[in-house]
């Protein structure tokens, strides 16, 4: 039973590493019956010389044509070898319609599934012109900067020279965005074969009401090769022939008045907000870094569209975000548009720290209603660092306790034994104001000037790593401590704010020193306090009597 078992699981992975290995996709996946798309199937195993059965395609399709593509790519030092077969197919049913499987050798592609919808009827006179063009909306009313998807496509049932052009599609008061390049196939329209090249763009309403799309003009040259005067490279016989697509109108809806004034508007098919941490916030010390990306991504706007998410502000964590990363991704649908912004959190106490909720209001379109998506608060248990030696404040004790006042004599002990000892170092300094001056022995470590020239030169060389130790250093050796020079300067705040910006982010590389170094050079002097004398302010004499 057991070997039965093992022998199952081996197939079953087996076949899961050949369906990797050999692969099916389709250039769409909805498209108008009697329409032909290209299957492309791709295989990956470099021992496999033969080509995929074909057989199984002739029950639902009908095969127009298969071409082979050999591919030698390298990643990563690796030379990786494969090979495309794009076969054109053409449905015969329309519904819902399933690629099968196909098999090359003993691999196997995993089926595909097609939406096969009846294509509307075209106007008599156009199937019979040699070009003509149409045009539709996938929704005839939108909220106002929602998507509608526009599709163009170019029907041709003569052969066309490369010299095709079509107008830019400009609307005053829209915002347009073209889904990738045309594609081209092919389909039967009266039992005529129709070369296709469609068009998709994303058009975004900016002003509520009506809205016209203007019609786009494509105008190429017939190719007319049964004159005995073609020559390759001479003048190309042919007719010049422009044809116009139908204006459609547009409705554009108002935001709902039930939508929430302070919030961005954001009409959407569907919205997702994602969290990811590197690393996991598990056991945090103080001083630890943590790098939290947030990410929204939305069916039917464009990047730009999307507001910025939330700011993460706890007490207690130091904030250091990164650029936000927008990307635009084209679908069946139309755009999707996502927006991913990062940021590391440094925790400066240690202690329970509560990181809010994060809440998008958007509008579904799809079902017309309000919604929100949410991201759950997450509770941070951030511990105390036993090598940052941070003190920790005492509680006071009840006095009164019997116990506690047998254990005061011997802090009244120490106490007079520190007095005493302060005492004779008061008579020795006294005594030795009257020795002769003695001269101070040479500085040990590097000089002032030294640590200042180790200093300049890491922040020109814009090294934040470099910058920081020579900054502690030069540091112990002033009068005041680092902390006391930045909060009375304020350029110095700011320049060390952006040092240690460059320290916990991922921006680190780009961080420049020169403001650094300027407000080092202009740091004024710190106030000193001289006791006015009778003297008028001169000094004692060296050697007093």
């Known amino acids: 039973m057991i070997r039965l078992l093992c022998t199952l699981l081996f197939c079953l992975l087996a076949f899961q590493a050949s369906a990797q290995d050999f692969t099916a996709s389709v250039d769409r996946s909805r498209l108008n019956l009697g329409e032909s798309l290209d299957l492309t199937l791709e295989s990956t195993d470099a021992t496999e010389f033969g080509k995929p059965d074909l057989t199984p395609l002739n029950e639902l399709f009908d095969v127009l044509g298969t071409r082979q593509v050999n591919r030698l790519t390298t990643l990563d030092g690796q030379a990786r070898a494969s090979t495309r077969w794009i076969v054109t197919i053409k449905p015969r049913h329309s519904g819902f319609v399933v690629v099968p499987p196909l098999r090359l050798g003993d691999s196997q592609s995993q089926p595909v599934s ?198 993460t502000k706890v007490e207690g964590l130091r904030r250091y975000p990164d650029q936000p990363q927008l990307n635009n991704q084209n679908s069946e649908r139309g755009v999707i548009g996502s927006r991913e912004e990062r940021e590391a959190l440094v925790a400066g106490k240690a202690g329970t720290l509560e990181l809010p909720a994060v809440d998008v209001v958007w509008w579904n379109t799809h079902e017309n209603r309000l919604e929100h998506s949410t991201l759950p608060g997450r509770t941070l248990n951030v511990a105390a660092d036993p090598a940052l030696g941070v003190d920790q404040p005492v509680e006071p004790r009840a006095r009164g306790n019997a116990a506690d006042d047998t254990l005061l004599w011997p802090w009244q002990l120490s106490t007079v034994l520190l007095a005493l000892t302060t005492l004779l170092g008061f008579s020795l300094w006294w005594h030795a104001r009257g020795q002769p001056a003695v001269q101070r022995s040479a500085q040990v470590g590097p000089s002032p000037r030294t640590l200042l020239d180790d200093l300049k030169r890491a922040c020109l060389a814009n090294d934040s790593q470099a910058t920081r130790q020579a900054l502690d250093a030069w540091a112990r050796q002033q009068p005041e401590t680092l902390a006391d020079m930045a909060a009375r300067f304020a350029p110095l705040s700011e320049a060390l704010d952006g040092l240690n910006g460059a320290l916990y982010s991922e921006a680190g590389q780009n961080w420049q020193g020169k403001q650094l170094w300027q407000a080092i050079v202009a740091l004024p002097a710190a106030e000193k306090t001289q006791d006015s004398g009778q003297d008028g302010g001169q000094l004692p004499p060296l050697y007093p009597r």
């Not at 900067?145 to 052969?159: D, E, F, G, W």
């Not at 599609?169 to 829209?174: N, T, V």
């Not at 073609?230 to 204006?247: D, I, N, Q």
């Not at 961005?264 to 790098?291: F, H, I, M, Y």
């Open 114 to 311: 097609l939406h096969v919808v009846e294509s509307t009827g075209q106007n008599a006179d156009e199937q019979m012109a040699p070009v003509f063009i149409d045009a539709s909306l996938d929704h005839e009313s939108v909220y106002v900067q929602a998507q509608s998807v526009l599709t163009l496509r170019i029907y041709h049932s003569v052969s066309l020279y490369d010299d095709s052009s079509l107008t830019p599609l400009e609307i005053a008061d829209a915002r347009v965005e073209s889904l990738g390049e045309p594609r081209t196939y092919e389909q039967d329209i009266g039992g005529v074969r129709h070369g296709v090249i469609e068009l998709r763009y994303a058009i975004f309403p900016q002003k509520s009401g009506q809205l016209t799309i203007p019609s786009q003009v494509f105008s190429a040259t017939l190719a007319d090769r049964s004159s005995n005067g073609y020559t390759p490279f001479g003048p190309r016989p042919g007719k010049v022939t422009r044809v116009r697509s139908p204006e459609i109108p547009l409705t554009v809806k108002a935001k709902p008045a039930d939508y929430p004034a302070d919030a961005p508007w954001l009409p959407a098919r569907a919205l997702s907000l994602a969290e990811a941490w590197s690393p996991e916030p598990g056991q945090v010390k103080v001083g630890d870094s943590l790098t939290r990306s947030l990410m929204v991504k939305a069916d039917g706007l464009s990047s730009a569209q999307l507001p910025p998410l939330p700011a």
